[in-house]
């Protein structure tokens, strides 16, 4: 099998592992940097790889619309169009099409929407996604599932949950298909991950977490609707759930979830996997991740400031540059101040799940996270909206 994943220990729901990859083993609990388009925004393959980067992600829905997955396909695949030999990870576009409120019908049979590339119409169904995701060659794909709001009543939660299902009993079809009669050569093998949906309601997840479970022996499980737009509590409430129901033998991957005190928080609950697209957007409007909160580096208070972005930082940005500079940077709308706070951003998530790992295996990770939370959300100066 050229997936195996080995618990290596456990702190309560906390763990330390490795997931076997093809292209690599997975040292976790991780954080994937998210590379939508085939590129981490502002970020260089060889910058991913210094800071240790393990898996990145990509997006099924935006190179679909660009520059197509056929394209890829014929191209080599992902790793060989962008030049990453680490794991990869392609999320369904589930997200994206059904972000698109306006201009997207959602039918039993697959939805139908408008690209905001250009307008025309396009039509995803569970079958043509997981097409789209052998043609992209990622090691691990994610099915075709329904999102929505976070907040979202229990009828309508239900009805999404159920609908995921029924959508991957077809994905899961359609793939196993694909492996049969579509061989590619020189590609390796992948890897089918569900998605448990169920918005906050713990009775909604259970369901969905037990029925995944009796349709097959998944290589992993997504947990995804989170972080869209819920009350925090309810998120870290869910996770204490599925921790129960989701096998313990299995990585747990949460979709789209970035924050530094978000992964502290569910490392804590049992997740092994993150992403999100929080660390290079934050980085290129001025924000970012430090051990004492968030920092907005174009505040006046900083002009003269000759101390880096985060003191116990060991990104390139941190070991060079004054918060001064970077801040100038910014002033003057030069690219370099977008690239470096990306690079931070992206390397503190990635580090502080190093650090976490570190904890677990050396049995002090109660400690460490306890005292992380404190000193980060006890800071000083606010947190930008």
């Not at 040292?27 to 790889?49: C, I, N, W, Y």
């Not at 099409?97 to 590339?117: D, N, P, Y």
């Not at 169904?125 to 995701?133: A, K």
């Not at 400031?305 to 801040?327: K, L, N, Q």
């Amino acid at each position: 099998m050229s997936f195996d994943f080995t618990l290596e220990t456990t702190t309560g729901a906390a763990r330390a592992a490795r997931f076997a990859t093809p292209h690599g083993v997975v040292e976790s609990p991780a954080f994937m940097a998210v590379g939508t388009l085939a590129t981490v925004k502002a970020l260089d393959p060889d910058d991913l790889r210094a800071m240790q980067a393990q898996m990145i992600l990509a997006n099924a829905y935006h190179l679909h619309l660009r520059p197509g997955d056929e394209l890829i396909r014929e191209l080599g695949g992902l790793h060989e169009f962008m030049h990453w030999d680490g794991p990869i990870l392609t999320d369904s576009g589930g997200f994206q099409v059904f972000s698109l409120a306006t201009l997207r019908t959602v039918q039993e049979e697959g939805v139908e929407f408008q690209s905001h590339i250009d307008g025309s119409k396009r039509h995803f169904t569970p079958e043509s996604v997981m097409r789209i995701e052998r043609n992209l060659g990622a090691d691990v794909i994610m099915q075709f599932d329904h999102v929505i709001p976070g907040q979202s009543e229990a009828d309508v939660a239900r009805d999404a949950s159920e609908r995921s299902l029924r959508w991957l009993a077809r994905c899961r079809t359609e793939f196993e298909r694909l492996v049969r009669e579509d061989p590619i050569p020189g590609r390796h093998e992948q890897a089918l991950f569900p998605i448990v949906q169920g918005g906050i309601h713990a009775d909604l997840r259970r369901e969905a977490a037990t029925a995944i479970r009796g349709m097959a022996d998944w290589v992993g499980y997504g947990i995804g609707g989170l972080s869209v737009g819920e009350a925090k509590p309810d998120m870290y409430r869910i996770l204490e759930e599925l921790n129960a129901v989701i096998p313990q033998d299995r990585p747990r991957y949460l979709m789209g979830v970035g924050f530094p005190e978000d992964l502290v928080e569910g490392v804590r609950r049992g997740v092994d996997l993150f992403d999100c697209v929080a660390p290079t957007r934050m980085g290129r409007n001025g924000t970012a991740f430090t051990r004492d909160g968030r920092l907005n580096i174009k505040r006046a208070e900083f002009r003269t400031d000759r101390r880096p972005i985060d003191e116990m930082c060991g990104c390139s940005c941190c070991t060079r540059f004054s918060r001064a500079y970077v801040r100038h940077l910014f002033l003057a709308d030069e690219m370099l101040g977008l690239r470096l706070l990306s690079l931070h951003n992206v390397h503190f998530l990635v580090s502080l799940m190093r650090e976490a790992r570190s904890a677990l295996l050396g049995g002090t990770f109660d400690a460490w996270s306890e005292a992380w939370l404190q000193r980060y959300h006890s800071r000083t100066i606010p947190a930008p909206a």
